[in-house]
């Protein structure tokens, strides 16, 4: 009974790289969220997907970033031209439903940017 | 905005000691409150989940309390351990697809 993957667990990139961070939610669970936890700062909410849409977007930084999550395979966040300030923890959960069900988490990815 | 606050954002207490944990949020139109627990360099382990129209979920030693008028929500850890020593997250959930508003979270240090 596998919990929430995500791959890889530490990712390092040079300034001007793009960054694939892979999250493969739980077994039965159609419903992907990602998050962003910067140094020192707090978890905070960047995108909501269901299988081949995505629902709410509004905590997506306007350029560089896209999330998606194909009716096959794991959800992507998609990292362009990758800076500095992009170096943080990213985490997946994923839940069987909408609102209401607790949402389950990955042990994340940390991003490095040289 | 919604936004959760966590007070105090570090505590250190005598293992057997009782803990309190402290959420507040300014907008009361929750769906559900969750709360997490963060070891370093892992992820999230959800403790508990409340549904806006409960009042209280129990698990074990923890209790959380919710009060959707004023705004709070309490973790209680009961009899504490070296091994909750970790950083406690609330958040709330929205009820319009359930995103998560965390707050800072509360590290915690139990000494032997």
């Known amino acids: 009974n596998a919990g929430v993957m995500q791959n890889p667990r530490h990712l390092v990139r040079r300034r001007g790289q793009e960054a694939r961070l892979r999250c493969s939610p739980m077994k039965g669970h159609s419903h992907v969220y990602w998050y962003r936890q910067l140094p020192e700062e707090g978890l905070k909410f960047m995108v909501y997907?269901?299988?081949?849409?995505?629902?709410?977007e509004s905590g997506m930084p306007k350029e560089r970033f896209s999330a998606e999550f194909p009716k096959e395979g794991p959800s992507i966040l998609r990292i362009q031209q990758v800076v500095r300030g992009d170096s943080a923890a990213y985490f997946c959960?994923?839940?069987?439903?909408?609102?209401?069900?607790?949402?389950?988490f990955g042990d994340g990815t940390r991003l490095s940017i040289l | 905005k919604q936004e959760v606050t966590q007070i105090p954002a570090a505590l250190s207490v005598p293992e057997g000691e009782n803990l309190v944990l402290n959420c507040s949020f300014t907008d009361s139109a929750i769906y559900n409150l969750q709360w997490f627990r963060q070891d370093p360099g892992k992820g999230l382990t959800s403790l508990l989940l409340?549904?806006?129209?409960?009042r209280e979920q129990t698990s074990g030693r923890l209790n959380a309390s919710l009060d959707k008028s004023s705004g709070r929500s309490t973790l209680y850890i009961a009899a504490s351990q070296p091994g909750d020593s970790a950083t406690y997250l609330c958040a709330a959930g929205e009820a319009a697809g359930n995103k998560l508003t965390f707050g800072g979270g509360t590290r915690v240090l139990v000494k032997p």
């Open positions: 997907l269901q299988k081949e849409n995505i629902i709410d």
């Open positions: 409340i549904q806006s129209s409960q």
């Open positions: 959960a994923s839940s069987p439903g909408g609102p209401g069900l607790p949402q389950h």
